[in-house]
Nanobody, 121 residues
Framework: QVQLVESGGGLVQPGTSLRLSCAAS????????MAWFRQAPGKEREFVAA????????SYASSVNGRFTISRDNAKNTVYLQMNSLTPEDTAVYYC??????????????WGQGTQVTVSS
């Protein structure tokens, strides 16, 4: 059974940092692009970041560029999202996804269950 399991979400104050992890199981994802998306209440799911299987191609949404860093450890079948300088606008459920390269949700065929990130004072 193919699974992506996110962890690391929580409630944090504005200006602080959080690191999300996504552990893959069921098959190797070392040749997949891994991505993070997020969905805030009442909004559509939006792209956050993606990293090609080699790690040499990375894309960020403009809203997080310079604050978030995506990375991956293929030996551990795990992808990370380091989030710095968090703001209330980053509050959302964050989803991990695997698939071919892309920045839209319909390009990804495997999804995790999501982890809640809440930024509030």
């Amino acid at each position: 059974q193919v699974q992506l399991v996110e962890s690391g979400g929580g409630l944090v104050q504005p200006g602080t940092s959080l690191r999300l992890s996504c552990a893959a199981s069921g098959r190797t994802f070392s040749r997949d692009t891994m991505a993070w998306f997020r969905q805030a209440p009442g909004k559509e799911r939006e792209f956050v970041a993606a990293i090609y299987w080699t790690g040499r191609q990375i894309s960020y949404a403009s809203s997080v560029n310079g604050r978030f860093t995506i990375s991956r450890d293929n030996a551990k079948n795990t992808v990370y999202l380091q989030m710095n300088s968090l703001t209330p606008e980053d509050t959302a459920v964050y989803y991990c996804a695997a698939g071919p390269w892309g920045t839209t949700s319909d390009q990804y065929n495997t999804w995790g269950q999501g982890t809640q990130v809440t930024v509030s004072s």
